[in-house]
């Protein structure tokens, strides 16, 4: 093994721990014996036990110097669904498509409002409907319509307004929040699935693609977790959103997640962590599994990962976060296809379908806990409107002192 691989393989498995329940304790670092032979998983000795899960799947064998270049996607996909066409991720899907020369069918609220946030509504390779995702028939209907085989879920209950508080947007979901089974997620999401279930299956180089993409969100399981897995892993479960979890929209999320996975087709759930249009695009991704990612991302780079998993047969049926880190000077460009990182993540199905391992989901959070931005990287310190510039100059955010944020002033309650 060359000390570079070696180096590789250690960073990538710092600080798994040794007793049985995972998160009952502090973090403690172990001294780690990595067994490595070509083309073989990792073993990772815990204390005196390897555990079955390695950090990373292995990867497709492959010679970079003479595979492929990937194929044209509109060559892989005929029409791609878009839920959320006109929203804030949504825009920047069904322009990426159509600049790859995939048809469209924009799934929309509102076709006024498609004709001017949409670049070309006049496209031909680009079909508006008019559809009420919380209708089951009426999805159904549009994806008969328009002989889709692929789509891409990027809905929510919020409202677009770029302008709008988050706790507006809260307040635009609350009367389906606190009634999961009515909102879009419950209901769109597997009216998409159960329309294209009967389509045939969607294939490269003799392995599946997803027929479906879920934009989600990082952070939907972290309300569930046990107060002892909530403590030692506070730098992710201690952020704004997930300890106030207004409303219930991380529960609605994930259940949708979980709903998806039983559906029947073939799916992709990518869950990004803070959107922020302030922070640049184009910039290279930083897969996780097992919901501890914190960081940022830009929409557009969100939009492009969710368009490149259509043709990214080692994305299907598995759930992962990302954010990106910025382009220092050149160092960090985006990676020209994604295939190799996401083939390294695991499928949901591993571990009885409980997904990562307690050993690794620890280890993961440790080594993404040092990507945070800001200087302090303390994202359990943020109060609700906080930045992470703010936090390192002692500011307060919009709303005020964590756990004495004044939410009334942003509209929290809720309209009746």
Same mark, same amino acid.
């Given at each position: 093994?060359?000390?570079?691989?070696?180096?590789?393989? +250690?960073?990538?498995?710092?600080?798994?721990?040794?007793?049985?329940?995972?998160?009952?304790?502090?973090?403690?670092?172990?001294?780690?014996?990595?067994?490595?032979?070509?083309?073989?998983?990792?073993?990772?000795?815990?204390?005196?036990?390897?555990?079955?899960?390695?950090?990373?799947?292995?990867?497709?064998?492959?010679?970079?110097?003479?595979?492929?270049?990937?194929?044209?996607?509109?060559?892989?996909?005929?029409?791609?669904?878009?839920?959320?066409?006109?929203?804030?991720?949504?825009? /920047?899907?069904?322009?990426?498509?159509?600049?790859?020369?995939?048809?469209?069918?924009?799934?929309?609220?509102?076709?006024?409002?498609?004709?001017?946030?949409?670049? =070309?509504?006049?496209?031909?390779?680009?079909?508006?409907?008019?559809?009420?995702?919380?209708?089951?028939? =009426?999805?159904?209907?549009?994806?008969?319509?328009?002989? @889709?085989?692929?789509?891409?879920?990027?809905?929510?209950?919020?409202?677009?307004?770029? =302008?709008?508080?988050?706790?507006?947007?809260?307040?635009?979901? /609350?009367?389906?929040?606190?009634?999961?089974?009515?909102?879009? *997620?419950?209901?769109?999401?597997?009216?998409?699935?159960?329309?294209?279930?009967?389509?045939?299956?969607?294939?490269?180089?003799?392995?599946?693609?997803?027929?479906?993409?879920?934009?989600?969100?990082?952070?939907?399981?972290?309300?569930?977790?046990?107060?002892?897995?909530?403590?030692?892993?506070?730098?992710?479960?201690?952020?704004?959103?997930?300890?106030?979890?207004? /409303?219930?929209?991380? *529960?609605?999320?994930?259940?949708?997640?979980?709903?998806?996975?039983? @559906?029947?087709?073939?799916?992709?759930? /990518?869950?990004? @962590?803070?959107?922020?249009?302030?922070?640049?695009?184009?910039?290279?991704?930083?897969?996780?599994?097992?919901?501890?990612?914190?960081?940022?991302?830009?929409?557009? =780079?969100? +939009?492009?990962?969710?368009?490149?998993?259509?043709? +990214?047969?080692?994305?299907?049926?598995?759930?992962?976060?990302?954010?990106?880190?910025?382009?220092?000077?050149?160092?960090?460009?985006?990676?020209?296809?994604?295939?190799?990182?996401?083939?390294?993540?695991?499928? *949901?199905?591993?571990?009885?379908?409980?997904?990562?391992?307690?050993?690794?989901?620890?280890?993961?959070?440790?080594?993404?806990?040092?990507?945070?931005?800001?200087?302090?990287?303390?994202?359990?310190?943020?109060?609700?409107?906080?930045?992470?510039?703010?936090?390192?100059?002692?500011?307060?955010?919009?709303?005020?002192?964590?756990?004495?944020?004044?939410?009334?002033? +942003?509209?929290?309650?809720?309209?009746?």
């Amino acid at each position: 093994m060359t000390i570079k691989r070696y180096a590789t393989l +250690a960073a990538a498995s710092l600080a798994c721990i040794s007793s049985t329940n995972a998160f009952s304790g502090p973090p403690s670092l172990l001294t780690f014996l990595v067994q490595s032979t070509s083309h073989k998983t990792t073993n990772t000795l815990v204390g005196n036990s390897p555990y079955s899960t390695s950090l990373f799947s292995t990867p497709p064998e492959r010679n970079d110097d003479t595979s492929p270049p990937p194929p044209p996607l509109s060559t892989v996909v005929s029409r791609v669904a878009v839920a959320g066409a006109t929203g804030r991720t949504g825009k /920047f899907v069904v322009q990426s498509l159509l600049s790859q020369k995939v048809p469209v069918l924009a799934l929309v609220r509102d076709p006024s409002k498609a004709s001017t946030v949409l670049d =070309d509504p006049t496209d031909e390779l680009l079909t508006i409907r008019k559809t009420d995702l919380g209708s089951r028939n =009426d999805v159904l209907a549009a994806l008969d319509e328009n002989q @889709c085989d692929a789509a891409i879920w990027c809905a929510t209950g919020f409202s677009d307004a770029p =302008d709008q508080s988050i706790w507006t947007k809260l307040q635009a979901l /609350f009367g389906l929040a606190v009634t999961p089974k009515g909102t879009i *997620d419950a209901v769109g999401l597997p009216a998409l699935a159960e329309g294209l279930k009967s389509t045939p299956k969607r294939v490269l180089d003799g392995k599946s693609l997803p027929k479906i993409v879920m934009l989600s969100s990082a952070g939907v399981t972290r309300p569930s977790w046990s107060e002892g897995k909530k403590l030692a892993l506070e730098g992710c479960a201690g952020i704004p959103i997930v300890r106030l979890n207004p /409303f219930g929209i991380l *529960d609605v999320k994930r259940e949708s997640e979980e709903t998806l996975r039983t @559906c029947g087709v073939d799916y992709t759930i /990518f869950r990004p @962590c803070g959107l922020n249009d302030s922070w640049p695009s184009n910039q290279r991704p930083i897969f996780s599994q097992g919901d501890i990612a914190v960081g940022r991302i830009n929409r557009k =780079d969100v +939009a492009q990962i969710l368009v490149s998993i259509l043709s +990214a047969p080692d994305a299907t049926g598995k759930t992962f976060e990302a954010i990106t880190i910025a382009n220092s000077d050149g160092y960090y460009p985006p990676a020209s296809s994604l295939n190799t990182a996401l083939g390294r993540l695991e499928s *949901d199905s591993i571990n009885g379908g409980k997904g990562p391992s307690e050993e690794v989901v620890r280890a993961t959070y440790a080594l993404m806990q040092q990507l945070l931005p800001g200087e302090k990287q303390s994202a359990n310190e943020l109060a609700m409107g906080q930045t992470y510039e703010q936090l390192d100059k002692g500011e307060e955010g919009r709303l005020g002192k964590k756990g004495e944020e004044k939410v009334e002033q +942003a509209g929290l309650a809720p309209s009746s």
